[in-house]
């Protein structure tokens, strides 16, 4: 090769080179990174369970990990409700209406589990539509509400889920285990709330549950 050739071929390889690694860095970002962490307590945690069973029989937290289950046939969380059964828990003390939200959790899954809601955005109270994201366990599959497919073979591992909620921006955003798998819109304005658990959905197991540990909520 001739010696006038090298400088030609050496900026190709390092411009190649950069261009990759700036590529890596931001496919390995943390998506919390620019976001403040919001310091909760277990006052924050809110559980809603069937009305007419105590706490015990749906949930345990243990360890640093929260245990949430619940049947087909069980009441509702509320004695005047006409939803499905729940036990989830709602992160009170901090509904937003405007700025950069996230929510940040590992979630386990055991097999079985299927037509169950396993994390929420929600509206306020009274709203229709309900909620502007809703995370939903399929057959292992996990989906935005029944569409998009966020993580295949959920079953009895541990993943990581991070879901960031640009009021302003009127847009969504999904990560698991790091991987942006997801954005969508926004359902307009409102007073906002996260929440995580089993919620019966659509075609719905016998008995549902999920497990948590690790809950964060962060702003920007």
């Not at 261009?19 to 919390?32: E, M, R, Y």
């Not at 954005?183 to 197991?205: C, I, L, M, P």
């Amino acid at each position: 090769m001739a010696s006038s050739a090298l400088p030609v071929v050496l900026t190709a390889f390092l411009v190649s080179f950069f261009l990759l690694k700036d590529s890596v860095l931001i496919c390995s970002a943390d998506p919390t990174d620019g976001f403040r962490l919001i310091p909760l307590t277990e006052s924050n945690f809110l559980l809603q369970k069937p009305y007419n069973l105590a706490s015990a029989d749906r949930y345990s937290y243990s360890n640093g990990v929260r245990r949430l289950w619940v049947f087909s046939t069980d009441k509702p969380f509320k004695s005047d409700s006409s939803t499905d059964p729940r036990t989830e828990i709602r992160i009170k003390g901090y509904d937003y209406s405007s700025g950069v939200w996230q929510f940040e959790g590992y979630v386990f899954v055991p097999s079985g589990t299927s037509g169950a809601s396993i994390m929420q955005i929600h509206r306020a109270e009274g709203e229709k539509p309900a909620t502007d994201a809703m995370l939903r366990v399929y057959d292992g599959e996990l989906r935005f509400y029944v569409g998009a497919v966020l993580e295949n073979n959920v079953y009895n591992r541990w993943i990581k889920l991070n879901v960031i909620h640009d009021v302003d921006g009127n847009k969504l955003t999904i990560f698991v285990d790091g991987v942006m798998k997801h954005e969508a819109q926004g359902r307009g304005r409102s007073d906002f709330y996260f929440k995580f658990g089993v919620y019966g959905q659509t075609g719905e197991s016998k008995r549902m549950e999920s497990r948590w540990r690790d809950v964060k909520i962060f702003k920007k």
